[in-house]
């Protein structure tokens, strides 16, 4: 969902989360989480590795960045577009 159309009180699915769509949704579902409030506390960069293992494709770096927000949404911070995180991840990852 757009970042700008995301309220927290109305999320109850994965397609509620800020920048997730179904492929987003689906990956997340392969990750084992089910609903939203199962991304509270998760490491991003685990979540991305494991997809990655799951998968066994190296995902676009991009996809760690969706992660990125969407835990950070999750663990209560305000809804951001994945591109906020790009600059971040490039600095804590070599992904």
Same mark, same amino acid.
């Given at each position: 969902?757009?970042?700008?159309?995301?309220? *927290?009180?109305?999320?109850?699915? @994965?397609?509620? #989360?800020?920048?997730?769509?179904?492929?987003?949704?689906?990956? =997340? *579902?392969? #990750?084992?989480?089910?609903?939203?409030? !199962? #991304?509270?506390? !998760?490491?991003?960069? !685990? #979540?991305? /590795?494991? @997809?990655?293992? =799951?998968?066994?494709?190296?995902q676009?770096?991009?996809v =760690?960045?969706? /992660?990125?927000?969407?835990?950070?949404?999750?663990?209560?911070?305000?809804? @951001?577009a994945?591109?906020?995180f790009?600059?971040?991840?490039?600095? =804590?990852?070599?992904?």
């Open positions: 969902m757009n970042p700008a159309k995301v309220i *927290r009180a109305n999320v109850t699915q @994965l397609t509620d #989360l800020p920048n997730v769509g179904k492929a987003t949704a689906e990956d =997340l *579902r392969l #990750l084992g989480i089910e609903q939203p409030s !199962q #991304l509270q506390g !998760q490491d991003p960069y !685990q #979540l991305y /590795l494991k @997809l990655c293992e =799951l998968t066994g494709v190296r676009d770096p991009c =760690l960045d969706v /992660l990125m927000s969407v835990v950070s949404f999750a663990d209560g911070e305000a809804p @951001l994945w591109w906020h790009t600059d971040e991840r490039k600095k =804590l990852y070599s992904v």
